[in-house]
C-alpha cells in the first residue's frame, strides 16, 4: 500500500468561503482538485479528507447537510474514476477541547485504525493548523496556496512559525511533490 494522503476540504478541493460552505449548492471544486485526486487514487494512494465543520456546533449547518455534501463531493470523485475517500469531519466548537479538531490528531489516527494504514504519508492543507496537524501525525506536509493558503503563509512567517516541508499553488501542483519519487 503506498503512503496515505489526507487532505483538508475547503481551499484545497472545493473553494473556501467565508460564511462556510452550507449547502450542496454551496460546493463548489477548485478547478483540476477532483482530477488531481482522482490521480492520486490511480497512483494506488490512499485518500482521507478531514475537514474542521466546527459550523455545526455555531448553529450554521447541520451534519446532515455536512453528509449531503459530502455525497456530492462522493459523487464528483466517482465520476472521476475515484471508487473510495475516506471522508472524516470535526462538528466540535473550537473551544470544546475535543481531540478531533484540526491540529489534533484524532481524525489521522481514526483514518489509520479505520483503514490500516501504514505510518506516514502527506497532508495537503490551506491552514497552518493543517501544517500542524501533519507534524504531529508524522506526515510530510504541503501548503496550497489556493483558498486561505496565501494568508495563511504570511501568518506563518510574521509569527515565526514551523514551515509547512512544501508549499505550492494548489492541489493540482500539489501532485508532482507526492507522485515525485
Not at 476540504?9 to 471544486?29: L, Q, S
Not at 456530492?72 to 466517482?78: F, G
Not at 494504514?117 to 490551506?126: E, H, K, R, S
Request: proline share 6%; with cysteine.
Amino acid at each position: 500500500m503506498k503512503l496515505p494522503v489526507f487532505l483538508d476540504r475547503d481551499g484545497v478541493i472545493n473553494t473556501n468561503r467565508a460564511d462556510y460552505v452550507k449547502t450542496p449548492a454551496e460546493w463548489m471544486p477548485i478547478p483540476g482538485a477532483i482530477s488531481a485526486m482522482a490521480e492520486l487514487h490511480r497512483a494506488g494512494h490512499p485518500l482521507v479528507v478531514v475537514t474542521n465543520q466546527s459550523g455545526i456546533a455555531r448553529g450554521y449547518y447541520t451534519a446532515e447537510a455536512v453528509e449531503q455534501i459530502h455525497r456530492v463531493m462522493r459523487s464528483a470523485l466517482k465520476a472521476a474514476g475515484v471508487d473510495s475517500v475516506h471522508v472524516l469531519f470535526c462538528p466540535h466548537h473550537p473551544q470544546d477541547g475535543c481531540t478531533c479538531r484540526k491540529p489534533e490528531t484524532g481524525m489521522v489516527k481514526q483514518a489509520v485504525s479505520d483503514l490500516g494504514l501504514p505510518a506516514g504519508g502527506w497532508m495537503v492543507g490551506d491552514a497552518d493548523s493543517d501544517m500542524e496537524l501533519g507534524r504531529r501525525s508524522g506526515l510530510t506536509t504541503i501548503l496550497v496556496l489556493s483558498g486561505r493558503g496565501r494568508d495563511q503563509l504570511e501568518i506563518i512567517k510574521a509569527e515565526n512559525l514551523v514551515m509547512p516541508d512544501h508549499v505550492t499553488g494548489s492541489l493540482v501542483s500539489a501532485l508532482d511533490i507526492i507522485l515525485t519519487p
